[in-house]
């Protein structure tokens, strides 16, 4: 094995086992003037090639309720989601700096369609999690679960903000700068 090997293999170990501590490390409870209400969970299915995966979903669709995300949260279960609904269509990413979970971030076409996913995103990290070009959505749900479902770029989540593309309908036009939430 080469010396490069070597170096890429302990960094691989190590960056898991870090994410695994934080993973399993107590999330300290946000400050109470910290909390918002982001309304009851709603059915969110993802249609993959092998079937579907309906998630329990809380839905971000303000500006604040984005900044917060699921960070606000110590766990999140097997079947729960956030929705991030954006009004552009541009470039996003995301980070980990204030989630004390491991997350899979899907990035989301106008149409609903998987464009990329960012898988077990490192709890705490400040790396960007990029979009891969516009997108209009987001969801995030446990590190580990898309591997599970079966979940890749190219199916499909299902959610009124997304509309089947049309042989006619053409992408929304949007600017090209990227925007920043704050994890998850």
């Not at 960056?15 to 009851?40: K, R, T, V, Y």
């Not at 995300?69 to 980070?95: I, K, N, S, W």
């Not at 899907?106 to 705490?124: D, F, H, K, M, W």
């Not at 209009?136 to 499909?156: F, K, Q």
Request: hydrophobic residues 40%; proline residues 8%; contains cysteine.
């Amino acid at each position: 094995m080469t010396r490069t090997r070597i170096l890429c293999a302990a960094a691989a170990a190590f960056l898991g086992s870090a994410a695994a501590l934080a993973q399993d490390a107590e999330c300290p409870a946000p400050p109470a003037n910290d909390a918002i209400d982001f309304g009851d969970r709603v059915p969110v299915t993802v249609a993959t090639r092998d079937g579907e995966a309906t998630f329990a979903t809380l839905i971000a669709d303000t500006v604040e309720e984005q900044g917060r995300g699921v960070r606000v949260r110590g766990a999140l279960l097997r079947d729960d989601a956030m929705l991030f609904v954006f009004d552009d269509y541009r470039p996003h990413y995301f980070f980990m700096r204030n989630t004390c979970i491991s997350l899979d971030i899907l990035y989301l076409t106008p149409e609903g369609r998987v464009a990329s996913i960012g898988r077990n995103a490192v709890p705490y990290s400040e790396m960007l999690v990029p979009s891969p070009g516009p997108v209009t959505g987001v969801l995030e749900i446990a590190g580990g679960r898309a591997e599970e479902l079966g979940i890749l770029p190219g199916d499909y989540v299902v959610h009124p903000h997304f509309q089947p593309k049309t042989a006619n309908a053409d992408a929304p036009e949007g600017d090209d700068a990227a925007s920043e939430t704050d994890g998850g």
